[in-house]
Structure formats: structure tokens, C-alpha cells
């Protein structure tokens, strides 16, 4: 009985609100932006926002280069899709118009499963992330959570020495469990490339972030993190737990087994004291984590589950995107011959002197990154599959010709739909034999300021602010993306010099066409649909 009427008692008060919402603002005089089509208002929407994945992905590309913005009207409220660059760079350089922190309240709390309380010590810091506070905010230094988290957290991960350490950390734990499994010169057969990347990469990435407990004291956690993953979208529209039992149980597991890990680090610290300067240790892992676990001290309203769903979101950020481009990035270039040959000479500047007893072939990062065709290859697989929405709530009414963005509202932009926006990409120097939707690994390569033939070309970014933005914009913009960056050209470059792979004999000696799994659209880069069988023997 229950479960019959409360979809429809739901549906009535939230079409209630919504009709309110709609009066109150015309009664105002404020002009909204022209609504989706859809088929069943609201429902159609709602549906897609709800299942995420390619019924979302459907409601959206229709429309990419839309030059004012969209409004999608979900049970539960307006969202505004903003496109084209002038409006995206206005969204997301103005923090004083636009903040990042109720979105990432609202999906802390419905995501992660931060309490009510803990919520509202995010919800009630009008202060902002950023050194000054907000104008007009009255948050008291010692509440500033926002600031706080960006010192202990987000500013530990991009500095330099942290993203020297993670990277340190990541290849240690990557290149280890490679060598286990695959090492030795002898032929062998995996079922699925990228289920075996996504394994490695994901303990590589945790290990680097919480060091070696959390995972080898729950052997379960990846099963359940990666579960989790493909739910964020359910979790996200805060629907009762008993529509979708799997999301809540596999985020609860994930939730119990942090707080373990961390209480683990609290009981280790008092009888193996550390030194408050180690950047990395076996306890906690990564010096952030240890900061941010004191960070919340100051805030007993912050229950133990919602300071262990907040550091799952840390573990969710740094994977979803990290550990599918790594495989996507290794997949374009064995997929071509003639581009991995290329980029084998382009990491060839990047070799170092061998260390390691093994001959294992070592790069240096920060060369890597200087190579125009990896870093255009790199770009061209963002460009293609980064799916992030970006969310964003106006502080203030905001102004689009004619219409309004009331205050308040959620605005919305889709890295991919700029990514796929035509009349940005087609018209850059010698793109108009290349499609959006082909990978064209030299995209990003400025072949038209040459001064002679020999000279290699150079990256060129002109013109794309606004239009590129697979980490976001501004200044709430990724933080793990320098480490991100050089892990990716790292661990490929290492990958292709010491493995051969080969597709297994279903595809006849070829490999796969790549069939996109749209199922994390909206959040994360979008892996393969489809398991792709190889084998791989070390050569190096
Ligand atoms: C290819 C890899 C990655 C991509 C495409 C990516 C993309 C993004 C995007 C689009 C955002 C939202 C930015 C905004 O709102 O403007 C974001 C936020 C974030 N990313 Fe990444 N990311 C990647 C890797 C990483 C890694 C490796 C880490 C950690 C080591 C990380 C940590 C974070 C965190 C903590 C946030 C939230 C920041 C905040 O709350 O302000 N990301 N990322």
C-alpha cells in the first residue's frame, strides 16, 4: 500500500511546488529560459536525470551549442543547462555570481549520506572556498568549512609535492601489481583489458590516497566502490532507499569500511607517532587525509558516517575520471600502430637512465607532459569522453538576453556537449575533414603556424576557453588535475614499452571498435561498453 501511494503523494506536492515556483517568479516579471521539449512534462525529465546514463545522455545532446540556456523541469525543481563559451566562462569564472558549494552540498548529502546536522555546517558557511571571504557573508573564521577544506584537502592534493607523492605512491602500487600478475615474458590471457585496469588502477589510486589498509583490511571495498560508482546518478535525485536497495548497501559498505580505516589511524598514530611533515605514510596514507580527519574535530556536529561518506567522495573524484582515461588513453594509441609508434618517439625525449634492476624503461613526468602529440592525444580522449556536469548556484538573478536565471537555481554545464559542439571544433584550423565525433589525435596540434615543414608542431589551446573543460573551469576546477595529467602519460608510457597486448582471436587479430558505456554519463569519464579480451606478455 505504501509503496503505491507514495509516488503519487510525492508527485502531487513537488507539481504543487513547482506550480508555485512557476507563479511566483512570473508574477515577478521574470521571463525564465525556454523549457525542454519533452513528451510527459516532468516525468521525461525527471526520468532521465534519474536513470542517468544514455536516457540522460539522449535529453541532453539535442542540445549542444545551444547559445541561450535550457530549462530541464524535474519533479523537485527547475534545472538551467548553460552552453556556448561566453555564458560558460561567465558561469563559471564569477565566483561572486556563481558558487560551487551547494551543488556539492546537495551531493554530499544525497551522494555520500552526510547527516542533516553535517549538512548544514556546509549549508550555513556563505564564506566561500577562497582566501576572503564572500562579500557579505558573516560565517565566523572557525566555521569557515569551506576554507578549511580547500587548506587540509584540495590545496595538500594540487601543491606539488603532493602530486609528486601521489604519483610516486600510484606507480609503486601499479607497476608492483603489474608485474605480479602479468610480468615474466610469457603470454597471458585477460578476460577484459579494461576490467583489469580498472582493478589495478583503482587499488593504485586508493593505496596513494589511504595507504595499504583500507584495502587489504576489507577485500570487498573495490567490489563495492565501483558499484557505488555506477549508482551516483540514483543516489544523486535522493529517492527512497528501497527503490534501488543495491546504491544505499553498496555506499554503506563503502562508509563502514572507511570509518574503520580511519578509526585503525587514530588507535596506530597514538602508539607510532609520525612526523607531522611525512607527506605519506603507511597510517594515513596521504598527509590530506590525516589533515582533514583533524579538520573535522572542530566540528563535532560532523558524525563518523559523514566524515567517512565525505572521504569516499574523495576516493569517488580521484577514480571515476582517473582510472577509465588511463585505459582509454593506453586503448587509442595500441589501437594505431603508426600514432603508438609516434608517440613511442615522442616518449623516447622523457627516458631516463634505467633504475630499476628489472631494465623496466623509466620516464620523467614533467618532460612527458611538454610532448605536443601525447598531450593532444590526451586531450582528444577528454574531449571525447569526459560526460561531467558542472554545477553551479546563482547568488544572484543572472541575465541572458531576454531571460531570467532566477537566484538561487541550479545551473548545469556539460563538459561533453561543449566537447561535441560543432561550430567550436569544426572551425579550428584544418578540423573541417574531421568531424566531432571522430578521434582525430593531432586535434589539438597547431600545424598552421609552422615556419618550416620539419619542425614538429606545437599544442595550441587558442580559442577553446570555454569550450574545453574536461576539469572543469575557474577557480572550483579540479585539483587532482596536474597529477591526473602526468599519471596518465606516465603510466601509458611505461605501459607500452613494457607490454605487448594483442586483441584475443574473437576479433580476428583486430581490435574492437570502442562502444562508449554511457552508464556514468554526467559524472565521470565514459568507459567501454563492451569487455575487450587480449593478451599480454612483458617485453622489456
Ligand atoms: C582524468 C581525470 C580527472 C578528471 C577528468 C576530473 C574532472 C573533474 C571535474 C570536472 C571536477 C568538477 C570541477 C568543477 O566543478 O569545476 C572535479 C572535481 C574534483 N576532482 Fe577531479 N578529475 C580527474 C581526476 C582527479 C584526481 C586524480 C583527483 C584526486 C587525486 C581529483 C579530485 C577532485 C576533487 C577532490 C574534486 C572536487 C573539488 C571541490 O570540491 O571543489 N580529480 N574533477
Redesign the pocket.
Known sequence: MFASASPHLLFGLVFTLAVVYYLVNHALGKRLPPRAPSNIPYYEHTRGFLEGGERLYSIMKVHAGSRIPIRFSLLGGDVYLISSPGLIRAT?YDTKKFV?HYA?ARFIQNVLGYSKAAIQSIEHDTSG?AKDPLPGSSTPANKRILRM??VS??DV?SSKDGMVE?LHQFTRVYDQMLDERVGGGKWVELPDLYGFMRYIGSTA?ITA?CGPRLLRDCPGFLDAFWTFDEKVHYLHMALPSWLNPRAGKARAFCVDAITKWRKGAVDMAKSAPYSVDDMWNEIWGLKAMRLRNEMYDNFPEIDEASRSGADL??LW??ND??VP?IFEYIFAILRSPSLLARCKAEMAHARLPTRDPSGMADFEPSILIKQPLLQSVLNEV?RLN?S?L???TAREDFQVDNYTIPKGSMALVS?HLEHINRAVWEARPGAHNHPVEEFWPERFLDYNSLVNANQPPSISMKGLDGSF??????Y??????H??IR??LYTAAKFVHRYEVIPQRQFCGKWPEPQKNYKTFGYA?CGPANQIPVLIRQIE
Open positions: 563559471l560551487a556539492r572556498s577544506q580547500q584537502t584540495l592534493i601521489i589510486v590516497l567522495g574523495i573524484a580521484s575520471n582517473l582515461t577528454l569526459a561531467s558542472i554545477g553551479r563538459a573543460l574536461p576539469f572543469g573551469l575557474g572550483n576546477m579540479c585539483p587532482g588535475r597529477f591526473a599519471t596518465v569519464i
